[in-house]
T-cell receptor, first 110, second 116 residues
Framework: TQLLEQSPQFLSIQEGENLTVYCNSS?????LQWYRQEPGEGPVLLVT?????EVKKLKRLTFQFGDARKDSSLHITAAQPGDTGLYLC??????????FGKGTRLSVIA | GAVVSQHPSWVICKSGTSVKIECRSL??????MFWYRQFPKQSLMLMAT?????????EQGVEKDKFLINHASLTLSTLTVTSAHPEDSSFYIC????????????FGSGTRLTVV
């Protein structure tokens, strides 16, 4: 059973389009993090959300943590080819290790 | 910011040999480090939690005698894949978190292991 369900798994869009990636769970998390991974490299932290209902913005990326701290979303506005990569959500409960979703492989076509 | 250095970035070895992967926290101390395995086009799977000065905690299904973890200092954890087989070929990634710097983890750049 996957603790964190991430969708969609694959997404191919044209440059300039908007997209949203979802990360859902039946469990409550103390924090939820979003990472981006390029091929052959380790994940790089984009943002951490810790408060229910929290919204954080990072340029064209908007991250939201659900009120119940069970889900999160990542919205990208006006996607660019440089946004191409694997986006991973990861949740933490207390002091237990991070749990990763299966990831969303985004391809932005120029 | 916190930096985690992983070495080597790639290695090719023969079946039956052992390979050691190093993970270093360069500018902070890490009492706990984590080792992940990632198959092509898949997410990260936690293998074990490395604890400085004590035994590692392995996830269910991970053979502790095959994947030896040593965390002898606050800045270094090593993963040794013993008697490697082609099915051990994968991308191995370590991570650590600097205490007091928030919730985010820093990941190494990964090691691509190919067993031939």
């Amino acid at each position: 059973t996957q603790l964190l369900e991430q969708s969609p798994q694959f997404l191919s869009i044209q440059e300039g389009e908007n997209l949203t990636v979802y990360c859902n769970s039946s469990s409550v998390f103390s924090s939820l993090q979003w990472y981006r991974q390029e091929p052959g490299e380790g994940p790089v932290l984009l943002v951490t959300v810790v408060t229910g209902g929290e919204v954080k913005k990072l340029k064209r990326l908007t991250f939201q943590f659900g009120d119940a701290r069970k889900d999160s979303s990542l919205h990208i506005t006006a996607a660019q080819p440089g946004d191409t990569g694997l986006y991973l959500c990861a949740g933490q409960r207390g002091n237990t290790p991070l749990v990763f979703g299966k990831g969303t492989r985004l391809s932005v076509i120029a | 910011g916190a930096v985690v250095s992983q070495h080597p970035s790639w290695v090719i070895c023969k079946s039956g040999t052992s390979v050691k992967i190093e993970c270093r926290s360069l500018d902070f101390q890490a009492t706990t480090m984590f080792w992940y395995r990632q198959f092509p086009k898949q997410s990260l799977m936690l293998m074990a939690t490395s604890n400085e000065g004590s035994k590692a905690t392995y996830e269910q299904g991970v053979e502790k005698d095959k994947f030896l973890i040593n965390h002898a200092s606050l800045t270094l954890s090593t993963l040794t894949v013993t008697s490697a087989h082609p099915e051990d070929s994968s991308f191995y990634i370590c991570s650590a978190r600097e205490a007091g710097r928030g919730y985010g983890y820093t990941f190494g750049s990964g090691t691509r292991l190919t067993v031939v």
